[in-house]
């Protein structure tokens, strides 16, 4: 089993939908959380942190952290075409010196 | 302006060649990182710095080298033990000192074999 689980899509919706992406993960030991957009052939452009349980928001942005359920979503309100790109979740925790674990990543395809 | 270069955009390799990809911040962060992505599998580590002149192997180093002789520069050498190449490499800094553990990436290379 992977320590970060997340579908790799495609999740397909039209123009102005609200959008969810989701992260499951097994390491009980992660407290920081970050969402990642990548577009084709560019390098990942972080998009949100969060550190431990609950809610961030940064304009049509939400991340959420729920370290009971092991689980971390990222909303999307009134989402347009250029937010078609793949969203990668990543993670770390513990003592020391800790290295992300990074999903998969989910592509995300916004029809106008 | 602050970030992450990483050259060249492209490189081709022919069969048994090196080849180094640079990788350069004027972040002023300790930590650096080379990851490897593929379709369908996400980002694999293949070397990590903390520090200038020290770096540890990640989860993929069997066929790559790297240098740390500089705070700012992290060049990767594909050697010609790693028997398939092609992929995208990508290079990070962080600074563990700020306690967020956010890595912040660079554009990118993209390897192919000749």
């Known amino acids: 089993q992977k320590e970060v689980e997340q579908d790799p899509g495609p999740l397909s919706v039209p123009e102005g939908a609200i959008v969810s992406l989701n992260c499951t993960y097994s390491?009980?030991?992660?407290?920081?959380f970050m969402w990642y957009r990548q577009y084709s052939r560019k390098g990942p452009e972080l998009l949100m942190y969060?550190?431990?349980?609950g809610n961030k928001e940064d304009g049509r942005f939400t991340a959420q952290v729920d370290k009971s359920s092991k689980y971390i979503s990222l909303f999307i309100r009134d989402s347009q075409p250029s937010d078609s790109a793949t969203y990668l979740c990543?993670?770390?925790?513990?003592?020391?010196?800790?290295?992300?674990?990074f999903g998969t990543g989910t592509r995300l395809l916004v029809s106008p | 302006d602050g970030g992450i270069t990483q050259s060249p955009k492209y490189l081709f390799r022919k069969e048994g060649q090196n080849v180094t990809l640079s990788c350069e911040q004027n972040?002023?962060?300790?930590?650096m990182y080379w990851y490897r992505q593929d379709p369908g599998q996400g980002l694999r580590l293949i070397y990590y710095s903390q520090i200038v002149n020290d770096f540890q192997k990640g989860d993929i180093a069997e066929g790559y080298s790297v240098s740390r002789e500089k705070k700012e520069s992290f060049p990767l050498t594909v050697t010609s033990a790693q028997k398939n190449p092609t992929a995208f490499y990508l290079c990070a800094s962080s600074n563990p000192r700020e306690g967020t553990e956010t890595q912040y990436f660079g554009p990118g290379t993209r390897l192919l074999v000749l």
């Open positions: 969060t550190y431990s349980s």
């Open positions: 990543a993670m770390s925790g513990g003592t020391g010196f800790q290295k992300l674990v």
């Open positions: 972040l002023n962060h300790d930590a």
């Open positions: 390491n009980s030991a992660f407290q920081y």
